[in-house]
């Protein structure tokens, strides 16, 4: 009886830790990458550019969870002011709101904004959601308003994506 007992409870901790193992914390850094447009509104630095006249975008993140509702993520997103190519380097800070099937998120998102020979500092905003497809892989979509910190005067991006999050 006593070895039955020791068997069974091997065997229970056997499985439980390999369907654990099979699952994705959800905590886990993800990698992921999106597809959007992006919305210019104003002129930087003498660049004609039509208000809210769409570019593509496309860009890269790395969601980093410290806590469960918590989350930093540096990004990269590109895009362009008329025929000039626009990067921008962000680090957001993202807080997360579980619900039911999804994750709905908002965060500031402060970095650098890099077209021509410029840089300049830039601020926004976030909110969007993601919902989880698979066991590790998540589907996104996302909205930045961003202010271009320029001399004379600021420029406006409005950033709309989708994508994906692979977590490790």
Not at 38 to 65: C, E, K, M, R, T
Not at 96 to 109: H, N, W
Request: charged share 15%; hydrophobic share 45%; net charge negative.
């Amino acid at each position: 009886m006593k070895k039955l007992s020791v068997l069974l409870i091997f065997s229970w901790l056997l499985v439980s830790f390999s369907t654990a193992s099979a699952q994705p914390n959800r905590r886990s850094v993800g990698l992921g990458v999106s597809l959007g447009a992006a919305f210019p509104q104003g002129n930087p630095n003498d660049i004609q550019i039509d208000d809210w006249d769409a570019s593509l975008g496309w860009g890269f993140h790395v969601n980093i969870p410290l806590i469960g509702t918590f989350h930093l993520t540096p990004s990269a997103e590109l895009y362009r002011f008329d025929k000039i190519n626009a990067t921008d380097v962000s680090l957001a800070f993202k807080f997360i709101v579980p619900a039911l099937m999804v994750d709905l998120y908002v965060g500031v998102a402060p970095g650098l904004t890099t077209y021509g020979d410029n840089t300049n500092f830039h601020i926004g905003g976030l909110g969007g959601l993601s919902f989880n497809l698979f066991s590790n892989l998540d589907l996104f979509a996302e909205c930045k308003y961003k202010i271009i910190i320029l001399d004379d005067s600021n420029t406006r991006v409005l950033h709309t994506n989708a994508g994906i999050l692979f977590h490790f």
